[in-house]
């Protein structure tokens, strides 16, 4: 019985071994394929936004409701300006107070005000603005909409002939757009005010010389290229989060994995999308 068990056994554990590389392929493959269906439908949505946003321009008797795009900007973007400074003013403090002792070591600690500017305007700000978008509004967005449509009132909507890319999601993406844009002005105010402030009350940096060496250093091509970021991340973040909501199902269970994955995939999207400008304006020459 043990002499013929043993090989059977072992020809077992070969097999799994053998079918392990196509195991790993197929999971590949299914993630592959999954992920392209998920950019598709991405795809789908922004052109049906855009249809109907470019048919309220063209025609009178379609208009997207400016009372639903104002409560929404009050929703995702008024309430996240308390998080958004907070966390700006915390990342201008960082930032001078570790760019401080290597530059000091070259005799340049006044280049803090240079770095920070253009590190600011550029990057972090609009960074910044994104990643508290994503938590605080994302999630909210998908879990509204996702609680929509596991409850059928989505349905109700199309049985009622109400479109709801138009009444739903378009007045969202706007808001979202329109409120990233904003918010990433603000945190770059609050950042680099705030990194002056301990840079001239604790790094002994004058005033003057702060102000004069961030004026010399940051151009207007770094805060517009800045406020374009934040309008493709608020795209990003807005359709990403009513795509989740639409394809909602599963009770609740479903609502709180729809929320979960529209927060994941907001950070990998808004990342790869700054990679992405980042490396076309350096092939510009606009950095």
Not at 55 to 75: D, H, M, N, W
Not at 95 to 122: C, E, M, T, W, Y
Request: proline share 3%; charged share 15%; glycine share 10%.
């Amino acid at each position: 019985m043990d002499s013929t068990s043993e090989p059977s056994t072992a020809r077992r554990g070969w097999s799994w071994v053998g079918r392990a590389p196509l195991l790993v392929l197929g999971f590949i493959g299914a993630r592959a394929t999954g992920l392209i269906a998920h950019i598709g439908s991405m795809v789908l949505l922004l052109g049906e936004a855009g249809r109907w946003i470019v048919r309220s321009f063209t025609r009178r008797k379609v208009r997207i409701g400016r009372p639903a795009i104002v409560s929404q900007i009050v929703r995702i973007g008024v309430r996240s300006i308390f998080i958004v400074s907070l966390v700006s003013a915390c990342v201008g403090f960082i930032l001078a107070l570790q760019l401080s002792p290597p530059l000091d070591d070259f005799g340049r600690k006044d280049l803090v005000a240079n770095i920070i500017g253009v590190a600011v305007l550029r990057e972090l700000g609009p960074l910044m603005g994104a990643i508290v978008l994503t938590g605080f509004a994302g999630a909210s967005i998908a879990a509204e909409i996702g609680t929509m449509a596991v409850s059928e009132e989505i349905e109700a909507l199309e049985a009622h002939a109400l479109n709801p890319i138009r009444f739903l999601v378009v007045p969202r993406v706007i808001a979202a757009c329109l409120s990233m844009m904003s918010l990433a002005v603000i945190a770059n105010l609050v950042a680099i005010s705030s990194a002056m402030a301990i840079s001239i009350t604790t790094l002994g940096i004058p005033y003057a010389t702060y102000v004069e060496n961030t004026l010399d250093q940051a151009k207007v091509v770094d805060f517009l290229t800045g406020v374009g970021k934040a309008a493709i991340f608020g795209l990003l973040i807005g359709l990403i989060a009513c795509g989740n909501g639409l394809k909602t199902s599963g009770g609740a269970a479903g609502v709180g994995r729809a929320t979960t994955g529209t927060v994941v995939q907001c950070v990998v999207a808004v990342i790869i999308a700054d990679l992405v400008f980042t490396a076309m304006f350096f092939a510009l020459k606009l950095n």
